[in-house]
């Protein structure tokens, strides 16, 4: 059985289809599709995590429909279309079996700790020992910090990934970013003494206007 990560499936909106060009001609096809792809990587004793904004603009009966038409033992971590205007979860995500609902959730894969929201964290539980954060809500237009992933579906194909294929990713983003701070620093080498300079400079120019002032103030003792 395997643990699969996925998040902003947003089953039955149609400005998925514009704004995010979702490539297809309706709404019926796109759910179709999606559900035809999650169920081609997640099988039924799987495991999905799905990272809110499950669906939109369908009645209860359609939602139930897709909810039970896709594989694996689904838990749920809230997002803001999932909520009335209240924060109660919606009816029709309310009736549904899920293993468990929340806001945030924390799970173990061979020991990697993975931290799982709607939100992207700028920091969390663990960070600095080495864990991950698995996110959603962005739709593949936000770079999160080094050791984070978008996990939704418009950042991963229109499918869930496994939890394997989430820590690469994320091991990659620390590579990466670490490749771009070596980079800088090399960079900046050659700089430091100038800035030193200017920062002297700056403060010495600062003491001088605060002297002058001081010295033409009427309230001057």
Do not use: C
Not at 6 to 33: C, I, K, N, Q, W
Not at 40 to 53: Q, R, S
Not at 54 to 80: D, T, Y
């Amino acid at each position: 059985m395997s643990t699969f990560l996925t998040a902003d499936t947003h089953f039955g909106h149609p400005l998925m289809l514009t704004a995010l060009s979702r490539p297809y001609p309706h709404v019926d096809a796109m759910d179709e599709a999606m559900i035809s792809a999650w169920n081609a990587v997640v099988h039924p004793k799987d495991t999905v995590w799905h990272l809110g904004d499950f669906s939109m603009k369908h009645e209860q009966r359609r939602v139930s429909e897709i909810w039970h038409a896709l594989n694996g033992r689904k838990h749920l971590i809230i997002g803001n279309h999932d909520v009335d205007k209240k924060g109660g979860l919606l009816p029709a995500l309310s009736r549904l079996d899920w293993v468990s609902v929340s806001h945030f959730a924390e799970i173990k894969h061979d020991g990697q700790r993975i931290m799982l929201s709607h939100y992207a964290p700028y920091v969390w539980n663990q960070a600095h020992r080495g864990s991950y954060a698995a996110f959603g809500h962005s739709h593949g237009q936000v770079v999160g910090m080094p050791g984070t992933i978008d996990v939704g579906v418009d950042n991963q194909g229109l499918k869930p990934i496994s939890v394997e294929e989430f820590i690469r990713q994320a091991e990659d983003s620390i590579i990466n970013a670490q490749e771009v701070v070596s980079t800088i620093s090399d960079r900046l080498i050659g700089l430091t003494d100038v800035w030193a300079e200017q920062a002297k400079g700056i403060k010495q120019n600062r003491r001088r206007i605060n002297e002058e002032e001081e010295f033409s103030s009427p309230f001057r003792p």
